[in-house]
């Protein structure tokens, strides 16, 4: 691990990697795309940060390509799953932030009016 690495749980890294939310809480999700941008986000804005970081975790970790729950999956199946990725890939996972220039940082109600006017454009 590098000094500028920070572990961070499995199922927070393969949140990032499938875009399947797979963490056990929305914080946990806020606290890594925050360590990866540098930026206080806001919930409108992590699925543009898990679209940025994704690449970036599954570049740091490439075992971790197809590694998800099968779409549909029940709870129990996903819970079964995550145990099983723990086993093959650890508990928690290294990542670092992302370099300079790989995210963009945006004023988040001006992003959030962005969002809107997009919708309501045919």
């Keep these: 691990m590098t000094a500028t690495e920070r572990m961070f749980p499995l199922p927070v890294v393969l949140t990032l990697t499938t875009g399947r939310f797979l963490c056990a809480t929305l ?35 490439p075992k971790l390509r197809g590694a998800e729950p099968a779409p549909g999956a029940s709870i129990g199946a996903v819970a079964h799953f995550l145990c099983q990725a723990e086993r093959e890939h650890g508990r928690e996972l290294p990542l670092s932030p992302l370099p300079e220039g790989a995210w963009t940082t945006m004023d988040p109600l001006t992003e959030l009016a962005d969002m809107r006017d997009r919708e309501e454009t045919p």
């Design 27 to 61: 914080g946990e999700l806020f606290e890594a795309l925050e360590y990866l941008t540098g930026d206080s986000l806001m919930t409108h804005q992590l699925p543009r940060g898990i679209k940025v970081c994704g690449p970036y975790a599954l570049a740091a970790h």
